[in-house]
């Protein structure tokens, strides 16, 4: 059972910055699809970014794009978001997610991952 842990969150204003960090219990040698979502109070939790194990398939939600930068250490078993220029409709807590990567067809979609962190909240200020 792979367990998530993010930490990074916080209170900023708009235009700042924040990197978020997900750290992965364990190491496995299995291939397994990071991701981060949101849920703004009163909202659906929304799909955020995704990367593949190796990296070579990133995928954002079109309000972040150009803005946010989701990255990973194998080694260290952690993925990052990077936030820049933030928005006060950024504000949020933020869940990373995993699921095999064969078991995924639809990065975007929250059913397709078994495992979730417990989130952190990020705040942003007008």
């Known amino acids: 059972q792979v367990q998530l842990s993010e930490s990074g969150g916080g209170l900023v204003q708009a235009g700042d910055s924040l990197r978020l960090s997900c750290a992965a219990s364990q190491r496995t040698s299995s291939k397994y699809l990071m991701a981060w979502f949101r849920q703004a109070p009163g909202k659906e939790r929304e799909f955020v970014a995704s990367t593949t194990w190796s990296g070579d398939k990133i995928e954002y939600t079109d309000s972040v794009k150009g803005r946010f930068t989701i990255s990973r250490d194998n080694r260290k078993n952690t993925v990052y978001l990077q936030m820049n220029n933030l928005r006060p409709e950024d504000t949020a807590v933020y869940y990373c997610?995993?699921?095999?990567?064969?078991?995924?067809?639809?990065?975007?979609?929250?059913?397709?991952?078994?495992?979730w962190g417990q989130g952190t909240q990020d705040a942003v200020s007008s």
């Open positions: 997610a995993a699921d095999l990567e064969r078991n995924v067809v639809d990065f975007t979609a929250k059913y397709e991952y078994d495992h």
